[in-house]
């Protein structure tokens, strides 16, 4: 069996264990003290490490109370359950409040940590929790999804998954280090009140010779010094935010001039006509504040176009722009229209209509058949108006209808009475 213990740690190698099965090999050998069990949580006295195989286990509690929790190349370590959907269930909670050592979660010798996955898990950890791989033969793999985290973090390996993360409070250096390889997705990861012993207290430090062009998408980041730490090291040139919120402003602490900054948010409106219908095949072209076109293709047969604007820019010398308001014009056959729109925040599915100018437009033939509107709320206005007069009368027609058979009830109900009949109602 692939389980060895000692008085300074639990050893895991070959085979894939649960929880469980470490236990009763504890109790088998005599090692009464060594991994305890109450109900579903255990607490293990020692280090916990995974040379080969894995752990795999879910709906459990457990708490580590040694200085590690290793987790080797071409080992894993898996806790929680997640359907095909990504939707999670029968998630875990881990404590490891004496990892303080270096690399203390995922391997010490920094670039052979395994994989790592977690879904709907609580993790409260004190120490740097890195999982690192140079094998570009064997990379490592992490996701985490569903997941709350309390502890210092840096997250690499190929493909990962980073979905859904509350990153609540760093006790370490840094905030969400940057990873490594390609994200394939960071939604809706909130990074907030970190609590440097030593360091640089960021929300992000970026290394672009590991992440390269590193894309961050959604999440809350607060309560720093700086938005992002960037070291000098050569590979992407880029730091991009999509959708996020960023409170406390942009400041960027620099070892060399090497990456650019955006801050960006996603452009996704529906093209209307007057009659509230969207409209396929209209031209859309969006330009920024500065005149750079950013956009210009032809909505979907939805009416739909997808885009990001960029809000926010930095160069790597430092210099910052705004890139809004942005001015959209849309155009189909002999209509078009222009619009001044604020991208400061997601627009998605947000209506925009394409509708006939009038003759009161002072134009030509041509330009001057479409609308002209600046403000896109006013002809929001106008359009939800007519649409709440609409309803109105529709509403007014339905009570005067049951207001009529009512009336035609009691009448009937009074007939019966007289007639010497009852009517239950």
């Known amino acids: 069996m692939g389980i060895s213990i000692n008085n300074t740690r639990i050893k895991i190698t070959n085979d894939v264990y649960s929880l469980e099965e470490i236990y009763q090999y504890a109790q088998d050998h005599n090692k009464y003290n ?3 069990k109450l109900g579903s949580h255990y607490e293990i006295k020692n280090d916990l490490i995974i040379t080969s195989g894995g752990v795999q286990d879910k709906n459990i509690s457990l708490t580590i109370l040694g200085d590690y929790f290793q987790i080797h190349k071409g080992a894993f370590a898996h806790f929680g359950e997640v359907r095909e959907d990504l939707s999670t269930y029968n998630g875990c909670f881990i404590n490891c409040p004496f990892i303080k050592q270096s690399y203390g ?12 996955f977690m879904y709907g898990c609580n993790i409260d950890i004190w120490g740097f929790w890195g999982f690192f791989n140079s094998d570009t033969n064997n990379p490592n793999h992490v996701e985490i999804i569903d997941c709350n985290i309390n502890g210092f973090g840096r997250i690499e390996g190929s493909d990962s998954i980073l979905l859904n993360i509350n990153f609540k409070r760093s006790h ?3 905030g969400v280090l940057s990873p490594k390889g390609t994200l394939k997705l960071n939604k809706n990861l909130n990074s907030l009140d970190t609590l440097p012993s030593k360091g640089y207290n960021c929300s992000v430090y970026h290394n672009p010779r590991y992440a390269f062009d590193l894309t961050i998408t959604g999440g809350v980041y607060a309560g720093y010094d700086d938005l992002a ?7 992407g040139d880029k730091l991009i935010f999509i959708d996020s919120e960023i409170r406390d402003g942009y400041s960027l602490m620099r070892e060399t001039n090497n990456v650019d900054f955006f801050h960006r948010f996603t452009f996704s409106p529906i093209i209307y006509n007057n009659a509230g219908n969207f409209i396929s095949g209209v031209r859309v072209v969006l330009t920024d504040s500065e005149g750079i076109e950013v956009f210009n293709n032809l909505t979907d047969p939805k009416g739909k176009i997808n885009t990001v604007a960029d809000y926010y820019f930095q160069d790597r010398d430092g210099n910052e722009s705004f890139k809004t308001p942005h001015t959209l014009k849309i155009s189909k056959d002999d209509l078009e229209a222009t619009y001044s729109i604020t991208i400061d925040k997601p627009l ?5 209509y394409l509708i006939e100018g009038g003759s009161g437009s002072g134009s030509g033939s041509g330009s001057g058949s479409g609308c002209d509107c600046k403000n896109i709320q006013t002809i929001n206005d106008n359009f939800e108006a007519r649409l709440n007069t609409k309803l109105n009368l529709m509403e007014s027609g339905i009570r005067q209808l049951i207001g009529s058979v009512v009336d035609e009830v009691n009448e009937n109900e009074t007939y ?3 007639s010497g009949f009852t009517i239950m109602l």
Request: with cysteine; net charge negative.
């Open 172 to 174: 370490g250096r840094y």
């Open 416 to 418: 019966f009475k007289e």
């Open 34 to 36: 060594d991994i305890k």
């Open 229 to 235: 730490y960037i070291e000098s090291e050569s590979g």
């Open 348 to 352: 998605i599915d947000i209506p925009i």
């Open 105 to 116: 979660f995922g391997c010490t010798s920094k670039n052979d940590s395994g994989n790592l």
